[in-house]
Each structure stands twice: as C-alpha cells, then as structure tokens.
C-alpha cells in the first residue's frame, strides 16, 4: 500500500519537524544545566570602570627588570616573582578562573617565604584557566595575567 502526502500536507509537516527541532535546542539551553550560560563577570560594568587602572599596573610590571615567570613542574604550576624584591614584602592575591565553569575558579593569598609560589596538581584542573596575579610591593600595586593551559 502506497502512502501518498499531498504537497500542502507535505509542506506542512516540513514546517512542523522544523519548529519541533528549533524547539528542542531552545529547551536544551534553556532548561538543562551542561549548557549554562552566564556572563563571564557577574559585575561586569564594575569592573570596565576598573580596566585602565589595570592596564597602568600591567604597564608597571612589564616596565620591571624581570616580571613573574610561570612554569608546569612535576608538583604543579610554580610561580616565580622577581629576585629584586624581597619576599616579605609581596603581598596580594593569586585569581584563577574558568571560563567554561565558574564555580571550580578560586583565588589564593599571597604570602611568600621565597620568590616562589608553588600551587600544587590538586587545586588544579586540566584545561584553560584565566591567571591574574595581583601583587603589591611598598604601596605599588602590579598586575601580571596570562591565559594558560595546564
């Protein structure tokens, strides 16, 4: 037996299948968790405002004899600051963050016994992380970012 679809009926059923299928993307983004969608700041204007005061303590970083280096080793991600300054007087914070999921981003003071900084393979996960390190020497603040794969 022989299904015959006349051409309105076809067109019809043509247009359906596709608003079902459109549909469906637009309840997979919208309802289920794995496809999450936010901002990649929640105060995002906030921080706009803040961005040429950054830029200025970027500048006085890369204006430094040596700047932080970042290496993988075996134990984990060591940062190194500069030898000219001593440890004790670096002060600030360490902000890792996620772009693809913002409840696993974290941030660590810093308190320094030498010029290096070790963060070990536990708090890290593999993939792409967004460093800022901003650290502060006698009231001189600088900032040093770097987007890493680990």
């Avoid at 969608?37 to 961005?51: A, F, G, K, W």
């Amino acid at each position: 037996m022989k299904l015959k679809i006349s051409w309105p009926t076809a067109i019809v059923l043509s247009i359906v299948a596709f608003m079902v299928f459109i549909l469906s993307f637009v309840y997979k983004v919208t309802f289920l968790p794995e496809y999450d969608h936010h901002l990649v700041s929640e105060e995002y204007y906030r921080d706009e405002l803040n961005y040429q005061k950054e830029i200025d303590e970027e500048n006085k970083g890369i204006a430094l004899a040596e700047n932080i280096l970042i290496n993988k080793v075996s134990e984990g991600l060591l940062i190194s600051f500069p030898k000219e300054f001593s440890p004790e007087e670096i002060t600030g914070t360490i902000s890792f963050k996620r772009l693809a999921n913002s409840k696993i981003d974290f941030n660590i003071p810093i308190q320094l016994k030498t010029n290096d900084f070790l963060i070990k393979n536990e708090n890290l996960i593999t993939g792409r992380w967004d460093l800022k390190i901003e650290w502060i020497v006698k009231e001189n603040t600088y900032l040093f970012k770097e987007k890493l794969m680990y």
